[in-house]
C-alpha cells in the first residue's frame, strides 16, 4: 500500500506499476525506464518510487473534487 496517494494506491513491483484509485476512477503508472544500478542498486524499489512520483505528479494536475 502506498498512503496518502489519491484514495488508495498500491504497488505491483512485478510490473513496475503503481495503482491508483481516484473518485472511483483507477489508473495506472509502469515505470519501465532503464536505471543505474550504480546509483540506484535496487532497481523494484527504484522503478517504484519513480511511478509514485508521477503519480503524485498526475493527481498534482487532475481537478481537486477528483483528489
Known amino acids: 500500500m502506498i498512503h ?3 484514495n488508495g ?3 505491483d ?3 513496475d ?3 491508483v484509485l481516484v ?3 483507477v489508473f495506472q503508472v509502469v515505470d519501465d525506464v532503464p536505471v543505474n544500478i550504480s546509483i540506484y ?3 523494484a524499489a527504484a522503478r517504484q518510487q519513480a511511478a509514485t512520483a508521477l ?3 498526475i493527481l498534482s494536475h487532475m481537478q ?3 483528489q
Open 64 to 66: 481537486p473534487a477528483a
Open 17 to 19: 506499476t503503481v495503482v
Open 23 to 25: 473518485s472511483g476512477n
Open 4 to 6: 496518502g496517494l489519491g
Open 55 to 57: 503519480a503524485a505528479r
Open 9 to 11: 494506491a498500491y504497488s
Open 41 to 43: 542498486p535496487d532497481l
Open 13 to 15: 513491483p512485478g510490473t
